[in-house]
């Protein structure tokens, strides 16, 4: 398959699988080294907001950093290059990862977790435009899908392999198992790789933009061509900001709660992360074939709309096997739409605008972890997780609805047919 595509399609591919394997090797393990290093007991004193969880404020944190440095950020895109800016990202992408491995207090940690927001941000805004400029039309859904689909799958090796990474470590550094000293090794590796997967960019050469117009637009006149027509923007807003709200109550939190209510070891943690993510790349691989059935918006609220009962199912599972099974249906479903979506809104979107668009999509999708991490991380200390399971699944049925209303339902515009994805949810 990966002969199918140009040179620096491969590249970018390579790089995309570096990047993903070096960030899910810690990923699942984030808020559990927080918890080792005492972050659940310890609160942040905020202007107006009083005190407040340090682990909720901590996962907050990337996503308010990640919007208010958006604009900046898409405009850098412009002048430095795709290319560039994927370089960036890789780089700033591995400093939350080295804030935890070798400075774990407070302000460090506030610091380097905040930087992987950008470093997002700048990802996010540079991959689909170079996928567009590395793809002809007829394999575009497919390269689309290809990216989605390896990040998922290389993120499934990736959990694989860092779920067996704190035992190892415990057993090479002498620590006890679970333990602050096991997960900081594990972070430290973990951003050796996110640093490599800048080496296959190097080789890149970015093809050039197919109309005129070069790589950006000003910004400023880009913001008026969307708000001319804020309705054709506005309404694949909907859905994605729909679902953050409810992913940020209860996503980042997934590993926590197989841990305290399943007892779940690392190791455990690392299988079944693994196995959802290869479930769901694989899942992507059927989307085209799905959507060519259905239709783009149809495929997204049907997968969507099955999707969010067994979310309901996942917090109500008795045994951890259950709950695994659950959580691997409910991954591949609510995820495996997501490049369809993103594909179709490049192709619509002008070239100097895709960076802008994209980021608008993505700034939705994560517009809910903005507080919702942190309001979580309250609702959890006197709670417990069943509140947020309910919560979630209400967020996902009304971005199910609002997709049928928008997209699918009888009367609803030709122009208008655009699926929402459910990326990282």
Same mark, same amino acid.
Request: hydrophobic share 55%.
């Given at each position: 398959?990966?002969?199918?595509?140009?040179?620096?399609?491969? /590249?970018?591919?390579?790089?995309?699988?570096?990047?993903?394997?070096?960030?899910?090797?810690?990923?699942?393990?984030?808020?559990?080294?927080?918890?080792?290093?005492?972050?659940?007991?310890?609160?942040?004193? !905020?202007?107006?907001?009083?005190?407040?969880?340090? /682990?909720?404020?901590?996962?907050?944190?990337?996503?308010?950093?990640?919007?208010?440095?958006?604009?900046?950020?898409?405009?850098?895109?412009g002048?430095?290059?795709?290319?560039?800016?994927? $370089?960036?990202?890789?780089?700033?992408?591995s @400093?939350?990862?080295?804030?935890?491995?070798?400075?774990?207090?407070?302000?460090?940690?506030?610091?380097?977790?905040?930087?992987?927001?950008?470093?997002?941000? !700048?990802?996010?805004?540079?991959?689909?435009?170079?996928?567009?400029?590395?793809?002809?039309?007829?394999g575009?859904?497919l !390269?689309?899908?290809?990216?989605?689909?390896?990040? $998922?799958?290389?993120?499934?090796?990736?959990?694989?392999?860092?779920?067996?990474?704190?035992?190892?470590?415990?057993?090479?550094?002498?620590?006890?198992?679970? *333990?602050?000293?096991?997960?900081?090794?594990?972070?430290?590796?973990?951003?050796l790789?996110?640093?490599?997967?800048?080496?296959?960019?190097?080789?890149?050469?970015?093809?050039?933009?197919?109309?005129a117009?070069?790589?950006?637009?000003?910004?400023?006149?880009?913001?008026?061509?969307?708000?001319?027509?804020?309705?054709?923007?506005?309404?694949?807003?909907?859905?994605?900001?729909?679902?953050?709200?409810?992913?940020?109550?209860?996503i980042?939190?997934?590993?926590?709660?197989?841990?305290?209510?399943?007892?779940?070891?690392?190791?455990?943690?690392?299988? $079944?992360?693994?196995?959802?993510?290869?479930?769901?790349?694989?899942?992507?691989?059927?989307?085209?074939?799905?959507?060519?059935?259905?239709?783009?918006?149809?495929?997204?609220?049907?997968?969507?709309a099955?999707a969010?009962?067994?979310?309901? /199912?996942?917090?109500?599972?008795?045994?951890?096997?259950?709950?695994?099974?659950?959580?691997?249906?409910?991954?591949?479903?609510?995820?495996?739409?997501?490049?369809?979506?993103?594909?179709?809104a490049?192709?619509?979107?002008?070239?100097?605008?895709?960076?802008?668009?994209?980021?608008? @999509? *993505?700034?939705?999708?994560?517009?809910?972890? @903005?507080?919702?991490?942190?309001?979580?991380?309250?609702?959890?200390?006197?709670?417990?997780?069943?509140?947020l399971?309910?919560?979630?699944?209400?967020?996902y049925?009304?971005?199910?609805?609002?997709?049928?209303?928008?997209?699918?339902?009888?009367?609803?515009?030709?122009?208008?047919?655009?699926?929402?994805?459910?990326?990282?949810?």
């Amino acid at each position: 398959m990966m002969s199918n595509f140009s040179r620096p399609a491969r /590249l970018y591919l390579t790089h995309v699988a570096l990047l993903t394997f070096g960030i899910s090797i810690s990923g699942i393990f984030f808020n559990l080294a927080l918890v080792s290093l005492g972050y659940d007991q310890r609160t942040l004193r !905020l202007p107006l907001l009083g005190e407040l969880s340090l /682990l909720g404020v901590l996962n907050s944190l990337p996503v308010l950093a990640a919007a208010l440095s958006s604009l900046p950020l898409w405009w850098l895109v412009g002048r430095v290059g795709l290319r560039a800016s994927l $370089i960036i990202a890789a780089g700033l992408a591995s @400093i939350p990862l080295l804030s935890v491995a070798l400075w774990p207090e407070p302000l460090p940690l506030l610091v380097g977790t905040a930087i992987g927001g950008p470093a997002a941000v !700048l990802f996010q805004v540079s991959a689909a435009p170079l996928m567009m400029r590395a793809s002809g039309a007829q394999g575009r859904d497919l !390269l689309f899908s290809v990216s989605f689909g390896l990040s $998922i799958g290389v993120a499934g090796l990736g959990s694989l392999v860092g779920g067996l990474m704190p035992g190892l470590a415990a057993r090479l550094l002498e620590v006890a198992p679970q *333990s602050a000293g096991a997960y900081r090794a594990t972070f430290a590796i973990s951003a050796l790789v996110v640093l490599a997967s800048a080496a296959p960019l190097l080789a890149l050469r970015v093809p050039p933009a197919a109309g005129a117009g070069g790589d950006a637009a000003p910004i400023g006149g880009l913001l008026r061509e969307l708000l001319a027509r804020p309705w054709g923007t506005l309404r694949f807003l909907i859905s994605p900001l729909l679902i953050s709200c409810g992913a940020a109550l209860l996503i980042p939190y997934l590993s926590l709660y197989f841990r305290l209510r399943y007892g779940a070891p690392d190791a455990a943690l690392g299988l $079944i992360f693994a196995a959802v993510d290869v479930a769901t790349g694989a899942a992507t691989l059927l989307a085209p074939q799905l959507s060519a059935r259905l239709g783009r918006p149809a495929s997204v609220v049907l997968t969507q709309a099955i999707a969010t009962p067994c979310l309901l /199912l996942l917090g109500m599972a008795p045994a951890l096997w259950m709950a695994s099974s659950v959580a691997i249906v409910r991954g591949a479903l609510m995820n495996m739409a997501a490049p369809l979506y993103e594909a179709h809104a490049m192709e619509q979107t002008p070239e100097a605008a895709r960076p802008l668009v994209i980021g608008l @999509i *993505s700034g939705a999708y994560s517009a809910g972890y @903005i507080i919702g991490p942190t309001v979580s991380a309250e609702v959890q200390r006197s709670y417990g997780f069943a509140p947020l399971f309910a919560a979630t699944a209400a967020c996902y049925c009304l971005a199910a609805l609002a997709n049928y209303l928008i997209f699918v339902r009888p009367g609803a515009r030709p122009g208008a047919e655009r699926g929402s994805p459910a990326s990282g949810v």
